[in-house]
């Protein structure tokens, strides 16, 4: 029985010890996808997972490269390789965003996607089908001649012209495109190395790289494929430059996933100089127990049972404080009422959402699984509005709520989020709420006001912003604007630097930046950090992400967003 490989016949004894290679090698593959399979089927059943399951991951990510290595080959059953690798290209496009879509949706329980379930389990089931096909009819593509079963996938000599046409029309608009993903590719990857600005895109590209890097490389795959058939130079030349520019793309897009163990040793470090303790020692039952699951990056992150109420009012504006027409809501979300040993007990966060003082709103586009994930840890979260400036919108398209848009600074901003801490320590007992333990988190221009608000009890002029109830414990600032505000028209004052007021009281801070981040440099949050210990003040740690851009916590399961969760809720675990 003889097989070709495209470039000559393997008869030769180096091409039979290459075929055996080959047939241990798709053995392997097809072991591995069906590994892959079975874990995958096992692990939408856990609720916490161990380290240990990043095993499974390094396998997953295994099987899918082995994937497309072995069906961008020449093989006989064609049909099915190309399902696999348009699944692969397509999939891992689509897996993304609907976990992105089922994590910020505020009443998707689970924040899970069962379309992200079944995509990533049918690339294992296609896998090990093509493999075991490959086992069976051969590595390599058969000889078409005498009874050979090995046909093309652009059909036979018979068709008719005119589908000949639009066959080659299709197939010139498929190299087209797939020629489009690998420059879109490639400029990705110069943003990622900081060769290229990003634009809007830095908010999206670093946490979700490693899916586009397996896409790129999924369409360079389906255009080998493609031109498989073809002999000569040029053909041959293109294909290589094809899978070089794919595997380029690939080991750069892999590059923040690489950075995790630095993430987490960095973190565990100024974790530890900053709060006293080695934050790996604070355990607790229904704590994360891994800083990063590489298979919830593929399957959604899960955030536990919690319950939800939504849109509740808790101030409507005064002509006698110029807030006339201004109406200001919050969503609250709570564990249930019967949950038990929950590391939370009750204690507050309230988050503060973002978008340069002039858009944004709670809900959804406040990357709501935070809330959902805390609340069902057994803290209660406030994701709370306050008024924004009629300054021009730092994105001129987003849509905001009108009733929360006025002539506001940041200290009238600062000041509606003192009137919900009134209304919280009113109305705590119905929420199942300690007002004496509160956490107050947000990014970027919710970072400057959470940290604003959460330092200004501590200082002689700004002591009675918030209820005289509630008690800051700690803030939470994510790549927060300190003193950014006048330079998008936004009135600040002493409020809208709150590196001012720190002091020797300062409540803690555990501050997330990311190292590329080109709209809050890090250099911001490095001075806050050193007012801080100025001040004589060593209760703040400072979490640097490799790569990571402004928003690229976005992604709730990504490999920025998990460790510095991680750390996050032993913060609050320590000082509540």
């Known amino acids: 029985m003889g097989y070709t490989g495209g470039y000559g016949f393997s008869s030769s004894a180096n091409n039979r010890r290459g075929g055996r290679i080959r047939t241990f090698g798709t053995i392997a593959l097809l072991i591995a996808n069906l590994i892959a399979l079975a874990l995958g089927i096992a692990y939408l059943f856990v609720d916490s997972p161990a380290g240990i399951w990043n095993l499974y991951g390094i396998l997953l990510l295994f099987a899918l490269l082995g994937n497309l290595h072995l069906a961008m080959g020449r093989g006989v059953h064609k049909s099915w390789e190309y399902v696999y690798l348009a699944l692969h290209a397509l999939g891992l496009t689509a897996v993304p965003i609907l976990n992105t879509l089922a994590s910020s949706a505020v009443r998707d329980y689970d924040a899970r996607s069962t379309v992200t379930v079944v995509i990533m389990l049918a690339l294992f089931a296609l896998g090990a089908g093509v493999s075991f096909l490959r086992l069976q009819y051969g590595t390599e593509e058969r000889e078409e001649r005498g009874g050979g079963r090995g046909y093309s996938s652009y059909g036979s000599q018979s068709k008719r012209s005119g589908s000949k046409i639009i066959i080659s029309i299709v197939k010139v608009l498929l190299t087209l495109w797939f020629l489009a993903n690998l420059l879109i590719g490639l400029y990705f990857s110069a943003i990622l190395l900081g060769g290229a600005k990003a634009g809007w895109m830095e908010t999206i590209l670093p946490e979700y790289a490693l899916f586009f890097g397996l896409s790129f490389l999924g369409a360079a795959a389906l255009l080998v494929k493609m031109y498989g058939r073809k002999r000569g130079f040029l053909i041959s030349l293109f294909r290589g430059t094809v899978r070089v520019c794919g595997l380029l793309i690939l080991l750069i897009t892999v590059l923040p996933l690489a950075s995790t163990p630095k993430i987490v040793n960095e973190a565990q470090k100024a974790y530890e100089q900053g709060f006293g303790k080695d934050p790996m ?4 039952e229904n704590m994360m127990r891994s800083a990063f699951s590489l298979p919830d990056y593929f399957y959604g992150a899960r955030n536990g049972d919690y ?13 006698s404080t110029g807030d006339e027409g201004l109406k200001l809501a919050f969503d609250a979300y709570m564990p249930l009422k019967d949950a038990k040993n929950l590391p939370g007990k009750g204690s507050v966060l309230i988050r503060i959402h973002g978008g340069g003082w002039t858009i944004g709103d709670k809900g959804a586009g406040n990357y709501a699984q935070m809330n959902k994930y805390f609340a069902s840890r057994g803290y209660v979260v ?26 506001y600074g940041i200290d009238d901003m600062v000041r509606h989020i003192g009137l919900f801490t009134t209304y ?10 300690n007002p004496a333990s509160v956490f107050i988190s947000g990014g970027s221009a919710g970072g400057q006001l959470a940290a604003a608000a959460g330092l200004a009890p501590t200082t002689q002029d700004y002591a009675n912003v918030l209820a005289p109830g509630i008690t800051v414990k700690g803030i939470i600032p994510y790549y927060p604007a300190n003193g950014l505000a006048a330079d998008v028209n936004v009135k600040d004052g002493r409020l809208g630097d709150p590196a001012t007021l720190v002091n020797a009281d300062s409540t803690p801070a555990l501050i997330y930046q990311g190292e590329n981040d080109s709209i809050v440099k890090r250099e911001t949050a490095e001075a806050f950090v050193k007012a801080y210990q100025e001040a004589g003040n060593k209760q703040v740690a400072l979490v640097e992400m490799p790569f990571g851009t402004h928003g690229s916590d976005m992604y709730f399961a990504s490999y920025y967003n998990e460790p510095f969760t991680y750390m996050m809720e032993r913060f609050m675990k320590q000082y509540q």
Request: hydrophobic share 40%; no cysteine.
């Open 307 to 319: 319950r939800v109420k939504t849109d509740i009012v808790f101030y409507e504006g005064q002509k």
């Open 424 to 433: 919280l320590e009113e109305h705590a007992a119905e929420y199942g709420a």
């Open 281 to 284: 020692k604070i355990q607790g």
């Open 382 to 407: 406030f994701d709370v509005q306050y008024g924004l400036s009629n300054a021009k919108k730092f994105i001129e398209s987003a849509v905001v709520p009108p009733q929360v848009v006025g002539d």
